[in-house]
């Protein structure tokens, strides 16, 4: 029965979300990761300071953290038949989370 129904894709019967709605979410969310990759690389690119290398590279694991979630979400809007909305144009306006420049290491974190 599972081997009949791989070629139905994403939305079975068993699938009883609203397909529309569920896409619009996800597209909201995938703005959010891409402002948090941006955000995390941009303060792994500026923190200075005492203790900054360490700094630095968490900031760039958590950028690389986020750009796995970016790809997920980003496949499971394809596979609902959406297509994902990597616009630059209105990315700030789609995401939940705010793009903002610490000045210092203490705002970064
Ligand atoms: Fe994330």
Known sequence: MARAN???GAITPA???DVKQ???IL???LAT???CILRYTMNAVAAAGLSSDAVK???DQHADEERGHMRKVAERINQLGGT???NPEGLAMRSASQYVEGANLVEMI
């Open 6 to 8: 791989l070629e139905s």
């Open 15 to 17: 699938y009883h979300a």
């Open 22 to 24: 569920t896409i619009e």
């Open 27 to 29: 597209q909201s969310v």
């Open 33 to 35: 990761e891409i402002v």
């Open 57 to 59: 590279e968490e900031f």
């Open 84 to 86: 994902p909305n990597f």
